[in-house]
């Protein structure tokens, strides 16, 4: 079935540095490719999108790629701040249009 | 234009009881879908309501049972609870369905069995 793979954390960075967070998936077809943000104590946020490949989705600094050839989206800002700091999940909404989740992962940025 | 919510934010039951969540989508989605979010398992899928018709289930017990009102408002109810079900229960609705559809969630409902 499908699936949706992501880096563990909790992932620690400085303010100001590059981010990083490894999403890859498996999946039939050409399913649409998601990234949620959770904010301590609050839902769930989309953070952006992309449809299909080659698509590049960005929303605050963040962006993130389809890549069909590698079936990765990792997500990537230039310099992060502190108020990033959130738990990150990778999703994919296949044929059945239900969304598979990743674990989820952890961001700390200290100023 | 409100944002999807969800009643109770918080409550407290006791073993053996029965919970139900409510949900309100946005105005003018017509698909709602809910989840279960704990720190051991994730977020996990439960049901999706689509024109008050359950069009996807995930794999939970028969405990967990969801329906949609004709407004689209809908509700979820776990009878029975065990001390496991204490999880946040998250809502989202859709415009309509499809790979393309973004799905857009409420803050949820932090549910605790004791």
């Known amino acids: 079935g499908d699936s949706v793979t992501q880096m563990e954390g909790p992932v620690t960075l400085s303010e100001e540095a590059f981010l990083t967070i490894n999403c890859t998936y498996t999946?039939?077809?050409?399913?649409?490719l998601f990234w949620y943000v959770q904010y301590p104590g609050e839902g769930l946020q989309l953070l952006l999108k992309?449809?299909?490949a080659d698509d590049k989705g960005s929303n605050k600094g963040f962006e993130a790629t389809y890549r069909k050839e590698t079936t990765s989206f990792h997500l990537e800002k230039g310099s992060v701040q502190v108020s990033d700091s959130a738990v990150y999940f990778c999703a994919l909404s296949g044929s059945n249009y239900q969304l598979i989740w990743g674990a989820g992962t952890k961001l700390i940025i200290k100023p | 234009k409100a944002g999807v919510t969800q009643t109770p934010r918080y409550l407290i039951k006791t073993r053996g009881q029965q919970v139900t969540l409510s949900c309100s989508p946005i105005s003018g989605h017509r698909s709602v879908s809910w989840y279960q979010q704990t720190p051991g398992q994730g977020l996990q899928f439960l049901f999706e309501y689509f024109s008050e018709t359950q069009r996807n289930k995930g794999n939970f017990p028969g405990r967990f049972s969801g329906r949609q009102f004709s407004n689209s408002r809908s509700e979820m109810n776990v009878s029975t609870l065990e001390l496991g079900d204490s999880a946040l229960y998250l809502c989202a609705s859709s415009h309509g369905q499809g790979a393309g559809n973004t799905i857009y969630f409420g803050e949820g409902s932090w549910l605790t069995v004791v």
């Open positions: 992309a449809t299909k």
């Open positions: 999946a039939t077809g050409y399913p649409s």
